[in-house]
Every structure is written in structure tokens, then in C-alpha cells.
Nanobody, 130 residues
């Protein structure tokens, strides 16, 4: 388990950019994959992106490919989501999450599944106006 504190949300015009950050405390991100999910009002929480710890491999939802970039800085114990070319449909509460990669494999889950993650941030609102 790791405590995650998220920042960087706000209001932006369509076509603009935001950068979300996720800082870990209590434990490091070592051996953890870091993922991002979002949830719009009345909608289910959906997968956005994940970056693995060991390989550094990244995974993106089709809806954000080419626009969002997920990175991590293990030395600083932070994860980041750079969001470019934002659209109104990107409006949602964004959450970062972390999970031990070994647990995911043992559970037979994929990173797109929210049940694969043990620890979650408090969420931050991202609003994209048209």
C-alpha cells in the first residue's frame, strides 16, 4: 500500500494542456505500476493509462492515444500524466492509482481493470470547456 497525493487539475479550454502529478508517500513506487483513471458524472470509472515499473512499458486507452503521455520519476517518487489537445469529453475526476506488478499477474488481471489497483489518490477535477 502506498499513499498517493494528486495535483494539477483545473479548468482549461479545449485544445489546451494540463499536467497531473501523483506523489507517493509512506512507500516508494518501487515494484509498482502506476495508472490513471477518470470518472465523469454519471459514468463508470474508465482506464486512461498505466506505466510499469520494471519494464517502463506504457498502456493507453484508445481515446487518449497520441494526446496523453504517462511518465514516472522513480527518484522523485512521482508519476505524471501530460494531457495535450484536451477535449470536452476529457472532463472528469482523474485518479492515479498504484499496484504491485506481481499482484496483478497473480490475480490474472490487466492494467485496464480498476480492480488491479490497491491504492488510489483522492482525485482531482479536470474540466475542459468548449
Amino acid at each position: 500500500q502506498v499513499q498517493l497525493v494528486e495535483s494539477g487539475g483545473g479548468l482549461v479550454q479545449a485544445g489546451g494542456s494540463l499536467r497531473l502529478s501523483c506523489a507517493a508517500s509512506g512507500r516508494t513506487f518501487s515494484n509498482y505500476a502506476v495508472g490513471w483513471f477518470r470518472q465523469a458524472p454519471g459514468k463508470e470509472r474508465e482506464f486512461v493509462a498505466t506505466i510499469e515499473w520494471r519494464s517502463g512499458s506504457t498502456y493507453y486507452a484508445d481515446s487518449v492515444k497520441g494526446r496523453f503521455t504517462i511518465t514516472r520519476d522513480n527518484a522523485k517518487n512521482t508519476g505524471n500524466l501530460q494531457m495535450n489537445s484536451l477535449k470536452p469529453e476529457d472532463t472528469a475526476v482523474y485518479y492515479c492509482a498504484a499496484t504491485r506488478e506481481t499482484d496483478v499477474r497473480r490475480w490474472g488481471l490487466r492494467y485496464v481493470n480498476e480492480d488491479a489497483y490497491d491504492c488510489w489518490s483522492q482525485g482531482t477535477q479536470v474540466t475542459v470547456s468548449s
